[in-house]
């Protein structure tokens, strides 16, 4: 697992930098990025919005931070399962176990990442995006391991569904995250399987 015991929060106790991440992460999910301000995130932890100053420049630096945060989280989460010994298919399934965790524990990164990937600076997207990509990778050639067969646009194509798969968690809470957790698992591993 990542040295980091969640995307944004270091340690057990959150600093008031982790503290904003947070809440900001929570608001954007609910209301919109366009619909937070900085007060509205301030009030969340307790300060007022040009407090929020001394911590971060800008809203937009909040994003940045958050969105660079969970792709980082997620790329050494799932490089550290690829590099873990086992056959190619323990790897898969643990690659999934690992993003259905972070979807299930973190419906509203989830939400912040799918829908603020446009509202970043053009610095951040970049960066974000870069990120992102390598850890599409890290699956593309977990894949092609367990399923030879796949050519490497199929094998990408295959991680980008299941990630979709995956992330519809936060919309989508009928079950209790135990019993979520085991049926997306089987779903994703499902189509992984049916794609070979």
């Known amino acids: 697992m990542p040295a980091n015991p969640t995307p944004l929060v270091n340690g057990e106790k959150a600093n008031r930098r982790e503290q904003i991440l947070a809440a900001a992460a929570e608001l954007f999910a609910h209301h919109g990025f366009h619909g937070v301000g900085i ?3 301030g009030a969340a932890v307790g300060i007022s919005g040009p407090a929020l100053y001394r911590h971060f420049r800008s809203k937009d630096a909040i994003l940045g931070e958050m969105l660079n945060s969970i792709s980082r989280y997620l790329l050494d989460g799932g490089t ?6 086992g056959t190619p298919h323990d790897t898969l399934a643990g690659l999934v176990a690992f993003h259905v965790g972070f979807a299930l524990a973190h419906p509203s990164l989830i939400t912040v990442q799918e829908r603020n990937l446009a509202n970043l600076t053009d610095a951040d997207r970049k960066q974000v995006r870069a990120l992102q990509r390598q850890y599409v990778e890290v699956w593309v050639s977990a894949i092609r391991e367990a399923m030879p067969e796949l ?4 094998a990408r194509s295959a991680a980008h569904a299941v990630f979709g798969l995956i992330n519809s968690t936060p919309y989508n809470r009928h079950l209790s995250d ?3 957790a085991e049926l997306l698992s089987r779903l994703a591993l499902g189509a992984l399987h049916a794609a070979g």
């Open 151 to 154: 050519g490497e646009r199929q």
């Open 80 to 85: 550290t399962w690829a590099a873990r010994p």
């Open 39 to 41: 007060d509205d995130i």
């Open 178 to 180: 135990g019993e979520l």
